[in-house]
């Protein structure tokens, strides 16, 4: 069975970003990580946004 592509979004400075991250790896998911405080991220996350 496929997996989902699973994005994760959050900051290195966020405990429950790391929590997640470890949870995710712990259990054999793939994720792709985006730092939301970098600031050449702005723009793919903006892309994401609806409104």
Known sequence: ????????YGSLRCIH???AKKWL???GFNYEY???DK???INT???YNVN
């Not at 069975?1 to 994760?8: A, H, R, V």
Request: hydrophobic residues 30%.
């Open 45 to 47: 996350i903006k892309s």
């Open 34 to 36: 985006m730092d939301v």
């Open 25 to 27: 790896k712990d259990n």
């Open 39 to 41: 600031l050449e991220n």
């Open 17 to 19: 970003c790391e929590n």
């Open 1 to 8: 069975m496929n997996q989902p592509k699973i994005y994760l």
